[in-house]
């Protein structure tokens, strides 16, 4: 024990011993009757109690009735809405468990990382823009009505990049043959995957078609901005934005083929499959009717609870009431509750012994 605790007990103890018991004359009391079990008054106010706490809760009913009813009214469309998020939160655990497994399976084969999405569009855009500004220039020069040259332009400019797909479906190819193993000797994650290492792609002959068709295109729109600036600028500036569109194709086919991943955007196609999935529930979890409910529900247990509070403190305060009439009135009711007294053991009555 600290020095601080010793003298604590110390004072304590020399306060203890200063205390002296006053000496008094004379004390009595008279306990109650025991022969009334309970007073009239007592049964009076014991029944006015109990009015009060049914009192309280029919007020606290009526309080609370606008938004009970609300609640009830409210019940089918929260009960459906509730229906419906434990399927969507089923959704989204399933999405989240595609995404990690896919991720966990396929991961270490994506070639494409987040920032080349960003690159390839701006590639694309970037390529589209200047052979349409190159084909809008010329047409004007030629006398053409520049909404009508504007449309023809652009127009052109997508086809250039669209001849560039091409390239997506070459890598894909590669892709397929760099992966693929015997489907036998896959592990069972692997399994659910089969598809991406079959090395089962669109075939030769198919990509040779594709291939045809987009060179059928760059040569198409090379030769017609070539003639297009040839009759408006000479020779030379035809070669020149001839060669150009053929390059914005070409350009195109090299952006595609660096960012196509078909590992990559499956692992994508599934995050967002996720990410709708969370957006869903989200939505369904804010519906009003859930929240209205909910509120209504939580007012009218509040109201009710105030209201039963009020009521117990009521029943209290006429308990109170009845005691302090028997305290005034001694001489009837006594002073007290007369202390029961321990039976001593080894005790016997004459009655009993008899």
């Known amino acids: 024990m600290s020095r601080h605790d010793l003298r604590a007990v110390d004072a304590a103890t020399e306060e203890a011993d200063s205390i002296i018991l006053q000496l008094i004359d004379r004390a009595g009391a008279v306990p109650r009757p025991d022969n009334v079990k309970e007073f009239h008054s007592e049964r009076e106010y014991h029944a006015k109690a109990q009015t009060q706490t ?8 009526a309080a609370a009735r606008e938004a009970t009813v609300t609640a009830a009214g ?62 809008l220039g010329a047409a004007i020069t030629l006398g053409e009505i520049p909404l009508v040259a504007l449309g023809q332009a652009v127009a052109t400019g997508v086809a250039a990049i669209t001849a560039g797909q091409a390239g997506g479906d070459l890598k894909d190819l590669r892709l397929a043959r760099v992966r693929q193993r015997d489907l036998e000797g896959l592990t069972e994650d692997e ?8 090395g089962i792609e669109a075939g030769v002959s198919t990509m040779k078609l594709v291939g045809a068709l987009s060179a059928t295109i760059v040569v198409i729109i090379s030769v017609g901005i070539f003639s297009l600036r040839l009759s408006v600028e000479g020779l030379t500036s035809g070669i020149a934005f001839g060669m150009l569109a053929a390059a914005t194709a070409l350009g195109s086919f090299l952006a595609n083929y660096s960012y196509t991943d078909e590992i990559a955007d499956y692992l994508a196609r599934t995050e967002r499959t996720y990410a709708k999935a969370i957006k869903a529930h989200r939505k369904l979890a804010a519906d009003p009717a859930i929240r209205q409910r909910a509120e209504a529900l939580a007012g009218a247990s509040s109201i009710k609870a105030e209201h039963a ?6 029943w209290w305060q006429l308990q109170a009431l009845s005691q302090r009439i028997l305290r005034r009135n001694p001489g009837v009711a006594g002073h007290g509750t007369a202390t029961e007294q321990p039976e001593v053991i080894g005790r016997r009555f004459r009655g009993d012994a008899a």
């Open 74 to 135: 409210l019940e089918s469309a929260a009960t459906a809405a509730t229906g419906m998020i434990t399927g969507a939160a089923s959704g989204v655990e399933a999405a989240r468990d595609l995404l990690a497994h896919a991720l966990r399976t396929l991961g270490h084969l994506a070639r494409r990382n987040t920032p080349a999405k960003v690159r390839y569009w701006l590639c694309l855009i970037l390529l589209c823009l200047g052979d349409t500004a190159g084909i």
């Open 191 to 198: 399994q659910r995957y089969w598809q991406f290492f079959s």
């Open 309 to 314: 509070h009020r009521g117990r403190a009521a």
């Open 54 to 61: 049914e009192t309280y809760t029919a007020d606290g009913e």
